[in-house]
């Protein structure tokens, strides 16, 4: 069994992620909006890359019920319904409704691990359930990667903490270290360092400072509630829907 | 003042390095290896990309006393002098020369800040200079810049251990954070972790332990010696020298 954690999901081949049960962080914000949506309803969530594709899409579908979502800047794109703010995914709007959605890191990380045997997104608001996941996956020998988001192609605290955080879930307190890269180990590090609040690591990141900047200061609090959308988004054949109950507590996670 | 650190120069742009003091890490084995020539009475050591690129630059110099060193996969280049391995460089090989240098990272990372304001080689075997220098320009509100070279594009933690040691030393154990991106933070916790000691994150490393495990652990206790070549290599107009005496102690490190 291995566990490799990348920091940027710049430069990751096919290769690198075929075979592999992926993890996708994006805490701040997409991994955490789609909880909140899938949690309230929405039907499915389509990542793509961007605004233009987004809008392609949403006409080719032509459905009532799509609504497009997104950001560029952390502000939402000019004519979409929904920006990419876990507090905009209230049941009203999204249950039941499929979404389009392109945000600035987390979609594009998405993308580029569309090709792991499964991909799961993992956030603080659906962590127990995540946790869970990646033990199972560890204790049946799985090839495990973790692929944060980051800040436009550069290592984000807030992802890696998280990372950091499925890292230690997966070892179960254990302190062997083997089959763990550097970047697994450098994650485990910032556990440590912030132990098991959302708050600090969040706060303390970039991607934090600059939402609470341009007002999002309720989205890192949403961010930072542990297991407040308890779902477990799978991300395959181009669609995020949440797994079923059973998948969610299926101890066997072989592809 | 700003100190950013990134974990590899992957994805680097021009723009991001232009007008900053920039501080270069591939402690296993590139910085290590300069450091040694350099110490040992190396004229000059000029990196280049590729193989092909070193024997054209060969060819055209044409100099008697020029030497080819290189590797890949931590195997010395067929055909070359020398390998990448700090302890080839005995004042009896290279003083007076100049070596023409092509690794698997660190003369890309080298290459790719070509473009700074004064770019710094930095190891352990010559930590307390850079420290010097790094605080230097902190004090004096320069803009400084973290590459390291990494492993393949990715995060390494031998690296990234280095490149806490020299924001560490920046800050000059003050508890401000301000100014500082998140990789350099998280950099920082490794040097909590792991301490003063260069022993443990180098054979920690995937780097490390795979240098001993192709049979070179000496190179890997060489780089963990600190001061042992106690040295500033400065890369400007295509070539690393060692920067004068003065240059090492001077604490005005404008531009």
Chains 1, 2 share one sequence.
Not at 13 to 19: D, K, L, M, N, T
Not at 40 to 63: D, F, W
Not at 112 to 138: K, P
Not at 224 to 246: N, Q, W
Request: net charge neutral; proline share 4%.
């Amino acid at each position: 069994m291995t566990l490799d954690v990348v920091f940027t999901p710049a430069g990751l081949a096919a290769s690198e992620v075929q075979g592999r049960v992926v993890f996708v962080v994006d805490i701040l914000r997409a991994t955490t909006t789609i909880c909140a949506a899938l949690h309230h309803g929405a039907r499915a969530v389509i990542p793509v890359a961007s605004t233009e594709e987004a809008m392609r899409l949403s006409q080719t579908l032509g459905a009532d019920d799509i609504l497009l979502a997104g950001e560029r800047g952390a502000v939402r794109i000019p004519g979409f319904a929904l920006g990419n703010s876990p507090r905009e995914m209230v049941p009203e709007v999204v249950r039941g409704r499929s979404l389009i959605l392109t945000t600035t890191n987390g979609t594009g990380a998405l993308l580029a691990v569309s090709g792991g045997a499964r991909v799961y997104l993992a956030a603080g608001v659906n962590f127990a359930l995540v946790a869970e996941r990646i033990r199972a996956a560890w204790l049946a020998g799985d090839q495990i990667l973790v692929v944060c988001a980051g800040r436009e192609q550069r290592f984000g605290l807030d992802d890696a903490y998280t990372a950091g955080r499925l890292v230690h879930a997966a070892l179960g307190g254990g302190r062997g270290r083997k089959g763990i890269n550097d970047a697994a180990l450098a994650a485990l590090e910032l556990v440590r360092r912030y132990g098991t609040r959302w708050e600090r690591p969040l706060t303390s990141s970039q991607a934090g400072r600059d939402l609470i900047r341009s007002g999002f200061r309720d989205d890192v609090a949403d961010a930072a509630r542990p297991d407040a959308y308890p779902v477990l988004p799978l991300f395959s054949d181009r669609r995020i829907t949440a797994a079923p109950a059973s998948e969610s507590s299926d101890t066997s996670s072989t592809p």
